[in-house]
């Protein structure tokens, strides 16, 4: 599967799911307290994520919190192309997560080369920046207006993802976008009770009939508190689970707070799972990997 993000071409076939590292410039996040106040800051943590094992950075200043109201796009556009500029110029690929249209085109301009709307397509002018450009263009299920509280009820939450994908497929392409700027996003949580979600995440392989790469955006989600009953920066060890079962179904995009431990739980599964050499990254003469050090004796 081809997947064009601006100048890039990505071939998803047969490969290790790409990791989306999460970085948000804003200080109401729903799942993290890390806030990075400065360019400088904001730029060491995206550069430290890609050296962790991030692929693309996906860049917000949007928190989903539906108890604040939606930034202005001035605002909002400010906070974000600084950093975009940044990592661009250092060839790093960079998600805008926005659904307002001018905010994706200053980000684009900026150099990034996909488009995370967690609206879906609410305003079509998106899809018009994506046809423009030629960035990506994630398209994410959701029955609720950005900012919104609204749970519908379904009376089956997966035919209405696949229905709703379907019709807002059918509406980027009409605009101009091309088939292999499309990324998938089932949406958990979005207008969806934890049932709803794990229903959906459950029944994640019927995506494949949409013919476009799935993004799995579960880190730290509430679905996962729900289960648990643990707050999101504790949600490291029930995020890898619903990682591991979303990759079984076939998303090949993960975006995740905690890259360095998901890269690791990606690499162990695929070292697990195979059946060629085993790749060793640790060196096998460092005593630190056997165990901790003894302290001293007084």
């Known amino acids: 599967m081809r997947l064009r993000l601006g100048d890039h071409f990505l071939d998803l076939s047969g490969r290790p799911p790409l990791i989306m590292g999460i970085l948000n410039v804003n200080d109401d996040s729903t799942a993290s307290r890390l806030t990075q106040r400065t360019l400088d800051e904001q730029l060491n943590y995206a550069l430290k994520l890609c050296e962790d094992g991030a692929e693309i950075i996906d860049v917000g200043a949007e928190s989903g919190r539906t108890d604040r109201p939606p930034r202005s796009v001035e605002e909002e556009r400010d906070l974000i192309t600084p950093l975009v500029e940044e990592l661009a110029r250092r060839d790093v690929l960079v998600s805008v997560d926005t659904w307002k249209p001018e905010v994706a085109a200053a980000a ?140 079984d179904a076939g998303a090949a995009i993960v975006r995740v707070h905690d890259v360095a431990e998901t890269r690791d739980y990606l690499e162990l599964r695929r070292v697990l799972s195979g059946d060629g050499e085993v790749p060793l990254r640790g060196d096998l003469d460092d005593e630190r990997l056997k165990w901790l050090p003894v302290p001293p004796e007084e």
């Open 108 to 247: 684009v301009e900026a150099g990034a080369a996909l488009i995370n709307d967690v609206s879906g397509l609410a305003d079509p002018a998106l899809a018009d920046v994506a046809a423009r450009s030629g960035a990506g263009l994630v398209i994410m299920h959701t029955a609720a207006a950005p900012k919104e509280a609204h749970f519908p009820g379904y009376e089956d939450p997966m035919a209405d993802v696949l229905a709703f994908l379907r019709r807002r497929m059918i509406m980027a392409r009409d605009r101009g976008v091309g088939e292999e700027q499309i990324v998938l996003d089932p949406g958990p949580d979005f207008a969806k009770t934890p049932e709803e979600t794990v229903e959906v995440l459950r029944r994640l392989r019927e995506l494949e009939a949409l013919g476009r790469p799935v993004l799995l955006a579960v880190s730290r989600k509430y679905f996962i508190g729900a289960i648990t009953g643990r707050e999101p920066e504790d949600r490291l060890a029930g995020t890898l689970a619903a990682v591991g079962c979303g990759v």
